[in-house]
């Protein structure tokens, strides 16, 4: 029998819903692309469990903020 464990946590990107796999040594802070739309997301929040990660899409602030 084929071991179906699954390593990779499925996340759905928030803007275009592509389904991305995200490995779960995936650590909070790094980047991720959407390959669906290109979207930078950032890792929000990662479970040692696995199967919880949570994604943002990163904003990419402007020079003039604040102005
Ligand atoms: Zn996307």
Redesign the pocket.
């Known amino acids: 029998m084929i071991n179906s464990e699954n390593p990779n946590n499925k996340n759905k990107?928030?803007?275009?819903?592509?389904e991305?796999t995200v490995p779960s040594d995936t650590e909070k802070g790094e980047i991720l692309s959407?390959?669906?739309?290109?979207?930078e997301?950032e890792v929000k929040k990662t479970s040692d469990g696995g199967g919880c990660i949570d994604l943002q899409e990163l904003t990419i602030e402007g020079e003039d903020w604040g102005e």
Request: aromatic fraction near 8%.
């Open positions: 990107c928030p803007d275009c819903e592509f991305l959407c390959p669906g739309c290109g979207l997301l």
